[in-house]
């Protein structure tokens, strides 16, 4: 059998660690700095340690229950077409609002 692995995201050190899941665990010690780290979807891609403008748009993300996990456009009834996560926080702020519906709590 295949372990499972997830990328756990550190805010505090701006990086992400693949680690060993069990399928339910949603938050690890950081192993750098051992601030709590955040399970995030495999699509998720770590922006640069510098990129502020992006790390700001993650954690608004972030605080709405966004985590890269698949978020759906309705088409029409049983028809879905996945829909793209926000470039920026602008657009951020309208995706957490359209997609609230897709939000999850870990
Ligand atoms: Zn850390």
Same mark, same amino acid.
């Given at each position: 059998?295949?372990?499972?692995?997830? &990328? =756990?995201?550190?805010? /505090?050190?701006?990086?992400? =660690?693949?680690?060993?899941?069990?399928?339910?665990?949603?938050? !690890?010690?950081? &192993?750098?700095?051992?601030?709590?780290?955040?399970? $995030? +979807?495999? !699509? =998720?891609?770590?922006?640069?340690?510098?990129?502020? /403008?992006?790390?700001?748009? %993650?954690?608004?993300?972030? +605080?709405?229950? @966004?985590? @890269?996990?698949?978020?759906?456009? %309705?088409?029409?009834?049983?028809?879905?077409? $996945?829909? =793209?996560?926000?470039?920026?926080?602008?657009?951020?702020?309208?995706?957490?609002? !359209?997609?609230?519906?897709? /939000?999850?709590?870990?």
């Amino acid at each position: 059998m295949d372990n499972l692995t997830a &990328p =756990f995201v550190c805010f /505090s050190c701006r990086k992400q =660690f693949e680690r060993n899941w069990d399928g339910k665990e949603n938050y !690890k010690d950081c &192993p750098e700095c051992g601030d709590r780290t955040i399970r $995030y +979807d495999h !699509k =998720f891609r770590v922006p640069k340690k510098s990129d502020d /403008s992006e790390w700001k748009k %993650i954690e608004f993300l972030r +605080d709405h229950g @966004f985590y @890269f996990q698949r978020v759906y456009d %309705i088409i029409e009834q049983g028809v879905y077409r $996945y829909a =793209f996560y926000p470039k920026d926080l602008k657009e951020a702020k309208e995706f957490v609002i !359209k997609y609230k519906q897709f /939000s999850i709590d870990l």
